[in-house]
C-alpha cells in the first residue's frame, strides 16, 4: 500500500503469541486471533483499506493467503480477488517488506521465515448488491467474502478473528453486523469477533446512518436496520414492518424451532431498481426499491423478501446438505438439493406471511396463480428436473443467456410450486396429521447444525418424517421433469384453478388469442429469447432480430406487436419484416393459439368439508365458500 509501517503499527495492540507449542497443537489453528482492521478514510473512493495482523509459526511457513472466488447462497465464481488492490506484507522487524508470490487468481504466498506479519491491501467495491461491496458517500456495505484475505489450510480456516472498524473522519456512521461486538474502551473504534473464517465470512458489515427497530420474536432479540430514503405514501412504514416481520418469524419459530442463533439482523438498504436478498445464519442482506412502501403489493413483495431470508436461517444455514458441510471458497460447490434450499424457502416465505396474517389469502392465491402461469411458460422446465437444475445452477441459473428458458428451469419457481403440491398432497393423506412444515421441522431437528446435514438422497428422510411412500413423488417432479399437479392439489383444498386469456370472452364474439412464442427486450422490438417448438422458432426467427413490420406495416414496439396479432386466428400466416445484424430480411409465421395468460383462482362450490378444513388449516382462513378468489395476468411473452 506504499505507506510506512511506523505510524500506524505502533497503534496497534500487541499481538498474541501462542504459550507453547503443545497449545497450538491441542488448538490446531493458527495463534489465534486473526486481527482485522477495516478503515474507510474516503468513501468517495469506494476503498476500503484493510489490514490484518497474525503471527506465523515455522509450521506455516510460507503463509499462505486466500481471496473467496464466490459466496454461500449465491452460486456463481464471482472472484473477488479481482477488486484486491496495493496488496503488502511487513513483517515487525524487517526493514524491507516481505515477498509476496501470487499462486493462483486468488492466492498468494507470504515469502520468509515465522514472525508477526502484518498484511495490507484496498479493496474497491462499486456495486450495490447484496453480494458485494458498495462503498460510497451514503454508507459502506461490507461483503466478508469480497473483503477478508484469510489464511488458507485447515488451520486458517478455523482460526478466530477480530475486526476492527474504523468509519470515515467526520461521520458518525453506526454499524450493523450480525458479529459479536467486543465491549471497547471509549474513544475507540468498533471491534468485532468472529469465531473462524467461516463465521467472518458469514458475516455482512453496513456503516451508515439506518433506521433501526429492535424486537423480540422466534425467541430470539431482532435488529430491523433500514438504510436509504424510502417514500412513505401508505399504511405501510419502518415500523409497521418490524411489527410484521415480527409476526412472521414467530409464525415461522411455532412451527421450527426458535431462531438457530443468539439474535438475528435484517440489513435492509433502499436504492431505485435493487431488489434481492442474501441469507446468512444471523442475519440477512436485504436490497429493495425506496418506494417498497408505497403500496400493498409492493409491501406484500418486501416482507415477503424478509420472510424468505430469515426462513433461511433454519433451512439453507442452519439445514443444509453434507455436500456444503464445509465450503470450499475456491471453487464450486455441487449440490442436487438447492430446490430443498430454495423451493421449500420460497413457499414458505410467502405461507408464513400468510399465515402470520402480514398477507392477505387474495394476494397469497393470486402470486401462486401467477407463479403457475410463468412455470407453463417456460420450455426449459421439460429438459431439467429441480435436481438437475440445482445442480448446474452455477452456469445455468446464475448465467442466464437466451437459451435458458429453452434449457433449464428455476428451482425457486418450480420449486415452490412442487412444495405446495407436496404439502397439500401430504395434508389430504394423512387427514391433516403431516404438513411440509412438520416433515421440514424434524429434518432442522434431526440434521440441522454444524458437522451434520443431510445426504443428497432426501426421498427417504423425507418418507420417514412423513410416515408416508413419496417414491412417485420423488420420481415424478424432483428426479423427473414432470410438472406438478397444482391445480389437483388446490382443488383438495376446495380451490378450481381456471385458465383464461386477458381481455378475451367467449360470449363477446372474440376470437382466441395467436402468439409468436418469442419474449422482447423492455418492450422494445429486439427478440430476447425464442421459445422452442413456437410459431417464431418454426419461422427461424432468432434472438437479436429486431421485428420492425406486420404485413408491411411498420410497428414501434411489443404494443404495436400485440395489437396487429388481435382477430388473427390459429394457422393465419403474416408476414415479419425485420432487421438480424443490421440487414433487412422477411419472414413468414404461421401464428398459434396463445397459452392462457390468466389463470383465476375460484373457490369451488362443490367443496366439502374435508376441503373447507384443509383450507382454513393451511391459509389460516375459512373457505369463502364461492366466487373468484385470485386472478394473475402473465405479460411475459407474444
Ligand atoms: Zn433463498
Sequence with gaps: MGRSTGARGARRPPLDRPQSCLHRRVTASLPAPLRYRLSIPRPESHLVEVELALHVDAADVPLRLEMAAWCPGSYLIRDYARYVRDLEAHAEGEAEPRSLRQVSKREWLVEGGPGDIRISYRVYGHELTVRSNHIDGGHAYLHGPAVF???????????????????????????????????????????????????????????????????????????????????????????????????????????????????????????????????????????????????????????????????????????????????????????????????????????????????????????????????????????????????????????????????????????????????????????????????????????????????????????????????????????????????????????????????FKPEDGARPPVWLGLTLHAGGRSIAGVLDGGPADRAGLSPGDEIIAVNRYQIDGESELRQRLVGRIAGERIELALFRRGRLEQCEVVVDRAPPTRYEVVAAPAAGPGERRRFQDWLGAPHPGTGALAAASLAGTV
Design 149 to 503: 484475505l484469510f489464511p488458507g489450510g485447515e488451520r486458517g480456516r478455523e482460526a478466530a478473528g477480530e475486526v476492527e472498524v474504523v468509519g470515515p473522519p467526520g461521520r458518525e456512521w453506526p454499524i450493523a453486523t450480525a458479529l459479536e461486538p467486543i465491549a471497547a474502551a471509549p474513544g475507540t473504534s468498533p471491534r468485532f469477533r468472529a469465531r473462524d473464517i467461516d463465521h467472518l465470512l458469514d458475516c455482512p458489515i453496513h456503516l451508515g446512518p439506518v433506521d433501526r427497530r429492535e424486537f423480540e420474536a422466534g425467541g430470539r432479540p431482532i435488529a430491523l436496520a433500514v438504510w436509504g430514503r424510502h417514500e412513505l405514501g401508505g399504511p405501510f412504514g419502518v415500523a409497521e414492518l418490524a411489527r410484521d416481520l415480527g409476526a412472521v418469524v414467530d409464525a415461522h419459530a411455532a412451527r421450527l424451532g426458535p431462531l438457530p442463533c443468539e439474535r438475528y439482523t435484517f440489513l435492509l438498504m433502499l436504492s431505485p431498481g435493487a431488489y434481492g436478498g442474501l441469507e446468512h445464519a444471523s442475519s440477512s442482506a436485504n436490497l429493495s426499491s425506496p418506494h417498497a412502501f408505497n403500496s400493498a403489493r409492493s409491501y406484500y413483495d418486501l416482507a415477503e423478501l424478509l420472510s424468505h431470508e430469515v426462513f433461511h436461517a433454519w433451512n439453507g444455514v442452519h439445514l443444509r446438505p453434507q455436500a456444503f458441510g464445509k465450503f470450499d471458497y475456491g471453487r464450486e460447490n455441487y449440490t442436487r438439493c438447492l430446490w430443498l434450499i430454495e423451493g421449500v424457502t420460497s413457499y414458505f416465505d410467502r405461507l408464513g406471511a400468510r399465515q402470520a396474517g402480514v398477507i392477505p389469502v387474495s394476494h397469497y392465491l393470486m402470486k401462486l396463480a401467477e407463479e403457475w402461469g410463468r412455470l407453463l411458460a417456460v420450455p426449459g422446465r421439460l429438459r431439467h428436473s429441480l435436481e438437475e437444475a440445482s445442480f448446474n445452477a452455477w452456469v445455468k441459473l446464475y448465467k442466464p443467456d437466451e437459451s435458458n428458458l429453452n434449457t433449464t428451469v428455476s428451482y425457486y419457481l418450480k420449486g415452490g410450486l412442487v412444495m405446495c403440491a407436496l404439502d397439500l398432497e401430504l395434508r389430504r393423506r394423512s387427514g391433516g396429521e403431516i404438513d411440509l412444515e412438520s416433515v421440514i421441522a424434524r429434518l432442522v431437528r434431526e440434521y440441522g447444525g454444524p458437522g451434520r446435514g443431510y445426504p443428497e438422497d432426501v426421498q427417504p428422510l423425507f418418507e420417514q418424517a412423513a410416515g408416508l411412500d413419496l417414491g412417485e413423488f420423488f420420481t415424478r417432479f424432483i428426479r423427473g421433469r414432470e410438472d406438478p399437479d397444482l391445480p389437483g392439489a388446490l382443488a383438495a383444498v376446495g380451490l378450481e384453478l381456471v385458465p383464461g386469456w386477458d381481455g
